[in-house]
């Protein structure tokens, strides 16, 4: 009897478990088969591209890390290599106290590596660069104090005033939460190995960067970004991805309702009414919406508790004569009390060199952080009024933009609290215990970035295939 296998979301993670499932069938010759249902008319989650006149425009996530190599493996794998590029690596600046301060050279998530900018920023003051420097001299944290929040471990390493104005608004603006309530080891357990090993965070990070690629040759290596993309834009994976799925397996516009155990097979019932067996089911759908699939079960309160920020991207496209001020850089940060709105802004066209038209610039802001969602539930008009506001307090913009893409992601950055890897543990014996060939994977459980999402997918997949 073929084993079925049902994926519920067609996000990045669940499309590249129905793909990584796909493989591993066809190369192994299981006798097996998958089915992908998505709520949705269209696949992808939270990766959206609008072509707009000849933009490339991006409205959820642009890119992902270059180190972590599962993302540009998976375009490989289905022909993107002609299309993926590195972003240009110039500068990016932060904003304080009425000015944009370019990022210390040397500095990787805000720990320095090199001295001379370092000291030379004006970002920071004299007191806080020694503070910093007190990071070579501190002794490690205590062994068995489990797990902290990235504030308070990057406090204790280098003080209040880098966090606040470095480290805070570069890991704030990848996660769209507090970072004093967020999981150090859920998120950036490589630190705290770091500190482990070399006790100072500034001298670990120079003996990893010291280990790279050229460095320790004393070549000189081409510097270039740490992000990538596709030059067809990021739905270009997911069409990719998809087009290679064995026919008929994926259902959009199909919303999985319940889970239900019926002895060694799940049923699964939609909300049209009807209701299909499989024998394994992978869920990859936002933490609030997996949930709702078990009833009251107690083991999945973890994921009904979970907290997540709504926030929204706007993309605005103008024309190059249209900036009065122009900087050169790839965009800029705001930390939190600077009376600014938006909380980031990215100067596309100048990061991406695809994503905008000859003689056009494309700009993308970000509003939205936590205890300022308010923003997300304005009128486009109110909301594009407020960013250009912010943005004309530091380039100079004449006029309106001729077009724009405004983009609400309502409840979309899952939070990782102190101990969220110890409750996903606790999550998962859960559901071996009670729920045994149910798999969760996805942006609210191991990771949120494209490659961290694939790498769930893809584990989801082996294991509901080698499960007995």
Request: charged share 25%.
């Amino acid at each position: 009897m073929s084993l079925k296998i049902a994926v519920i979301g067609g996000g990045i993670t669940g499309l590249s478990a129905a793909f990584f499932a796909d493989s591993k069938i066809r190369e192994s010759g299981l006798d097996a088969e998958y089915v992908l249902f998505e709520a949705d008319n269209r696949l992808g989650g939270k990766i959206s591209t609008d072509h707009t006149d000849g933009f490339v425009i991006e409205n959820g996530p642009d890119s992902f890390l270059a180190r972590k190599k599962s993302a540009a493996e998976l375009g490989g794998s289905v022909g993107l290599n002609d299309t993926l590029v590195y972003n240009n690596a110039t500068s990016a600046f932060i904003y304080n106290s009425g000015s944009l301060y370019p990022m210390p050279g040397g500095a990787i998530m805000g720990i320095p590596t090199q001295w001379s900018p370092f000291l030379a920023t004006g970002l920071l003051s004299p007191k806080a660069k020694l503070r910093a420097a007190a990071d070579l001299v501190l002794p490690r944290t205590k062994k068995g104090e489990g797990d902290r929040s990235l504030g308070e471990f990057f406090r204790s390493r280098l003080g209040d005033e880098v966090v606040d104005r470095l480290i805070e608004p570069l890991l704030s603006g990848i996660y769209a939460g507090d970072i004093n309530d967020i999981s150090l080891e859920a998120t950036f357990p490589q630190f705290q190995k770091m500190e482990d090993k070399h006790r100072s965070l500034i001298l670990g990070m120079k003996s990893s960067l010291a280990k790279g690629p050229g460095e320790s040759s004393g070549k000189a290596v081409k510097k270039r970004g740490m992000f990538q993309t596709y030059t067809g834009g990021l739905d270009s994976l997911v069409e990719a991805v998809s087009g290679e799925l064995r026919k008929g397996a994926v259902r959009t516009g199909t919303a999985v309702k319940q889970i239900e155990k019926h002895g060694e097979e799940y049923l699964l019932r939609f909300h049209d009414g009807t209701e299909e067996a499989f024998d394994r089911v992978i869920v990859t759908t936002p933490h609030h919406v997996t949930a709702s699939l078990f009833g009251d079960d107690p083991g999945l309160a973890f994921l009904r508790d979970m907290t997540a920020t709504s926030v929204a991207t706007v993309a605005m496209a103008f024309d190059e004569s249209a900036v009065k001020e122009d900087i050169e850089g790839t965009g800029f940060l705001v930390p939190k009390g600077n009376g600014f709105t938006i909380t980031a802004c990215t100067w596309t066209h100048k990061k991406w060199n695809h994503t905008a038209p000859d003689g056009k610039i494309l700009l993308r802001a970000y509003v939205g952080r936590p205890g300022e969602e308010e923003i997300v539930d304005q009128t486009d008009d109110e909301i594009i009024d407020v960013v250009l506001q912010d943005l004309n307090r530091i380039m100079k913009l004449d006029g309106k933009p001729a077009f724009h893409r405004i983009t609400r992601w309502y409840d979309s950055m899952p939070q990782y609290r102190v101990g969220h890897k110890q409750r996903v543990t606790e999550l998962k014996e859960h559901l071996c215990s009670k729920w045994s060939g149910v798999f969760v994977a996805g942006a609210s459980i191991e990771g949120i970035g494209l490659p961290d999402c694939i790498d769930q997918g893809k584990k989801a997949a082996e294991e509901a295939l080698s499960a007995d």
